[in-house]
């Protein structure tokens, strides 16, 4: 058995937000990427296209590449261009590659469990990626023992610490193959694995990728004059030079290797794509269902405008996330748009804590008023959706400071009442704004002087995506795959916990 290869920059593995999390929106879902190209420098490929998903997960990224031998791992802390230098893109040769930016959803954010993670096998090695979040995380963890033997226990004691995600179950249980393939084995175990997934993986010679049969996390196909490509959005295609064939079916496998391409369907497809992917996740240059995401957000602008006039001299975004939908309800409003608010760019995650003084700041790290534009106008004020309500209450005040007259929002989702479990970092239930208080209640707490949400029925017709196919549950508690009791969900599912039936804990090398 091949032992594994991998590579870690310096560093204890802890990350520190340069903003308090509490203040933040909801965060992103991870970035995955896979490439299949004899004769082209994939892990190169293969960093760009996980550049073009930046935005999808700040707290981590890896590379795995294999050259028909062995796979090689490099990962680390930090974003994309940090992780990754000329010399370390150099030393990952291969034809085959699979890459991974990462939000934590299960397991803390950590350097053991950051991605790609490794495993090797009775023949050889893989490595996976994943964009979404498993909900039977135990029951599979469990498989791992029964598969195992508990022998990764015992492995587990001498060699702390340890991963504790749900993709390091799933990897090591498409490890565990006796008498089949890589290919054979996935077969088998997908229909059992349940929540939201789009898998990436390779083992020394194959990519293989797939999506759960509700097709909740995005997942595409693309095509290089040697080679294939996986990726979460058509953005990355489009930064690596790949034309879009089409998405990845939900319940479909792919498989890539030197017979070219081939799918099989494990499960029945039972659409259910996620909703807030056109609010706010997936990059506006982006197709998702066939529909480019910068359209449906100016239409969400648009039936806003309808829906909630103002009286205003002014509309300005919200950066980044806001600007189509303002630009939609400034032409449908005939209010003039402006650039009223200037983001900083590089802000993302940091190793540097910031000072008291600074924290104080708060949203100033990341964004800034252009007093000139605004001092003495009436401002429409558009942004994606109000999660605790702080970041909102912040902007308000500190618009008011540099000379507003007078602050309406507008809200292109509905009010969120209800935590994501498919892969989006939502607070707690008790913790969202819109949970406890109306809309009136809501504006009167950030201060304000109107608020306009969007209404559900409004947002999805802005997709063109018929409503039996979304999901849903953030705005009505609807969950399109049945939720297992609480104890049995979170974040630290396989954290070490006193007051939690102990899981095991497993190894990633």
Known sequence: ??????????????????????DQGPQDACGVFGVWAPGEDVAKLTYFGLYALQHRGQESAGIAVSNGRQILVYKDMGLVSQVFDESTLESLKGHVAVGHSRYSTTGASTWHNAQPTFHPTATGSIALAHNGNLINTPELAQMVVSAEGGEHLDLQMRMPPASTNDTSVVTQLLAHHPGQTVEERAAELLPQI???????WMDEHTLYAARDPQGIRPLVLGRLERGWVIASETAALDIVGASFIREIEPGEMVAVDEDGLRTQQFAEPAPKHCLFEFVYLARPDTLITGQRVHSVRVEIGRKLA???PAD?????????SGTPSAIGYAEASGIPYGMGLVKNSYVGRTFIQ???????????LKLNPLRDVIEGKRLVVVDDSIVRGNTQRALVRMLREAGAREVHVRISSPPVKWPCFYGIDFAT??????????????CRSI??????????????EATSVPNDDLCRACFDGVYPIPLPEPERLGKGILEPSADRVALPVLNNP
């Open 1 to 22: 058995m091949p032992t594994p290869t991998s590579k870690r920059k310096g560093g204890d593995g802890r990350l520190t937000a340069a903003i308090d999390p509490h």
């Open 194 to 200: 349940q929540g939201a997934y789009s898998f990436v």
């Open 306 to 308: 309808k829906a909630f």
């Open 312 to 320: 205003a001299d002014l509309v300005i975004p919200v950066p980044e």
């Open 354 to 364: 910031p000072s008291q003084t600074i924290r104080q700041l708060g949203i100033r």
């Open 429 to 442: 239930r008790a913790e969202l704004i819109a949970n406890g208080l109306t809309s009136d209640e809501i």
């Open 447 to 460: 201060d304000a002087d109107s608020l306009g949400y969007i209404s559900l029925e409004d947002l999805v």
